[in-house]
């Protein structure tokens, strides 16, 4: 790209950064310091409204830049990460998000911990959530430095570097400033746009082809370089049981996980109430499943026009498929066309990446204040004051966690985005979901069974990561010189989900107390009513 495109390009990145940065400035003035201003945007959104900021949240960089690449490189085996983040929503809508609003004012330790000692069950419920908060702020990282290397060309890994700085610095700045009134309406802004810009590259492609989607797809595997085998199952996912055994721990991570991911709870809790609650899962259901739909196009689309090779060339995990496909739409490299679509794309997949780093850091800080700090603190004060403090700590906090994804980005840049938060999603299936399950429908389901079920589930998945082929052992490893991998999976679901369950069944099977059946009649009937739900 020649000086005066990059600069049209980087002027439609800093249009929108200036953009949210007035939305942040906005909603900071109507700020009134009270938690649930900063947590649930005063609960004061439309279903609508919420619908529009749950799909921004949720079509992350892994969706627009991960999955069209993992399709582009890998035809349909790629095409399985879109079908898991979409079936995942069935589960939320049917079984989780009414019950959840009911039971909860701002962070799923709520929900877990609505009939348990309060204290063990935070501190393990918000260790977790904070754990996928930062796996899922990585991915998107990763994204944003792919992103600037393709739009600066050849400016070096010295300008990923900043860019993922930078990111990191925005998104403290919309937590600590905006809270969730900034962070939604910044979701809103975000899944317009990246609606639009996904609509407009896709009608694009069926163009480019006549309608034809047939030739589409042919055209697409005589490009990928590996023909039919392109549109069949096995390309990234056949051949010996490891790979298919890392296929089901894939779908169970991609299907359960999202009932687990802090971020998107937590968006429950900005509507008034549970009915609500259902009505923004089913406009994100309308709006994600489109969107998923476009990803399939693109991602077919960027082997057919782009080619495979040419993708791989670019990053090797295919996280710059889009950008390439733009570019090729508008008339070429070098092209005033090509550079206007891609500079568009780019500033709609920059949109992106900051609108959820800012929902995931929200979400984060959430946790360490409302249910590590609270848990932790000594009681002293007015409630008023207790609030004051703890939205003090929730900004600080976002700092934090701010810090440790850039660092986690860092070492993680070859990566693809839609693989990093498949394993985001696993350990989130591992560790929240299984006690978030037995909280709500198991009446006998016990304080240390809670805490059995988080930890069984979250050391697990972590250790089995840290001792699988992403950390080393092979080219495309967190560190390729060393090698020790003895699991042999790169997806850790299979075998921590499981014992997720597993030990939340055995530590309420050992626990010394007995449940409390009036607590648990009382959650009961709040969660299926709403009586007594904030």
């Known amino acids: 790209m020649t000086g005066g495109h990059e600069t049209f390009a980087l002027t439609l990145v800093s249009a929108f950064i200036a953009l949210t940065l007035a939305i942040t ?5 109507r700020r009134r310091g009270s938690a649930v201003e900063f947590y649930a945007g005063g609960r004061l959104f439309s279903p609508m409204e919420n619908g529009f900021a749950i799909a921004g949240d949720y079509m992350s960089a892994a969706s627009f830049l991960g999955i069209t690449g993992l399709i582009a490189l890998f035809g349909y085996d790629g095409l399985l990460y879109a079908v898991g983040f979409l079936v995942a929503w069935l589960l939320v809508l049917f079984l989780v998000a009414e019950l959840v609003r009911n039971c909860g004012r701002f962070t799923l330790a709520d929900v877990v911990a609505a ?45 990923r570097t900043w860019m993922v700085i930078g990111v990191g610095a925005l998104m403290v700045v919309y937590v600590a400033f905006g809270g969730m009134r900034a962070t939604t309406w910044i979701q809103v802004v975000k899944a317009v746009l990246l609606l639009g810009g996904a609509m407009a590259l896709t009608v694009l492609v069926v163009i480019r082809f006549h309608g034809d989607l047939g030739a589409l797809l ?37 299907v359960l996980g999202t009932a687990g991911l802090p971020h998107i709870l937590s968006r429950f809790y900005t509507v008034p109430t549970a009915r609500a609650a259902r009505r923004s899962v089913g406009w994100s259901i309308g709006l994600i499943g489109g969107f998923y739909l476009m990803t399939v196009v693109l991602g077919f689309g960027a082997a057919a026009v782009v080619g495979s090779d040419a993708v791989r060339a670019s990053n090797s995990a295919g996280n710059t498929a889009v950008p ?18 891609f500079a568009v794309v780019a500033a709609v997949a920059f949109a992106t990446i900051l609108a959820v780093v800012a929902g995931i850091t929200l979400a984060s800080s959430a946790s360490v204040a409302h249910d590590l700090y609270a848990s932790l603190r000594r009681p002293r004060g007015t409630a008023r004051d207790a609030q004051r403090r703890e939205v003090a700590v929730a900004r600080l906090a976002a700092v934090a966690v701010g810090a440790v994804a850039i660092a986690l980005a860092l070492l993680a840049q070859d990566l693809n985005v839609a693989f990093l938060v498949g394993l ?95 607590r648990h009649a009382e959650t009961e009937v709040r969660a299926l009513t709403g009586a007594g739900a904030v």
């Open 25 to 29: 400035l906005w909603a900071g003035r």
């Open 115 to 159: 009939r348990m000692r309060e204290r063990p069950v935070r501190i393990a419920v918000g260790a977790a959530s904070v754990t996928v908060s930062v796996l899922y702020l990585v991915a998107q990282m990763v994204g944003a430095g792919s992103l600037v290397a393709l739009l600066l060309g050849d400016a070096g890994p010295q300008a």
């Open 218 to 254: 042919n055209t697409a595997a005589e490009r990928s370089g590996h023909g039919r085998a392109f549109l069949a199952p096995g390309l990234k996912y056949g051949g010996d049981w490891t790979a298919r055994l890392d296929f089901l721990s894939l779908g169970l991570a991609l």
């Open 324 to 341: 390439l496909l733009a570019v090729d739409l508008g008339g070429g490299a070098g092209s005033t066309g090509g550079t206007v679509l």
């Open 424 to 518: 985001a999603f696993a350990v989130a299936a591992s560790a929240n979901v299984p006690a978030l399950l037995y909280a709500l429908f198991w009446r006998r389901f016990t304080t240390r069974g809670a805490v059995w079920s988080v930890y069984g589930g979250l050391v697990p998945a972590l250790t089995l990561v840290v001792l699988s082929p992403v950390v080393s052992g092979g080219p495309e490893s967190l560190f390729p010189h060393l090698d020790f991998a003895v699991f042999p999976l790169s997806n850790p679901g299979a075998v921590s989900i499981p014992l997720g369950f597993l030990m939340g069944w055995l530590g309420t099977l050992l626990s010394p107390e007995a449940a409390d059946p009036a």
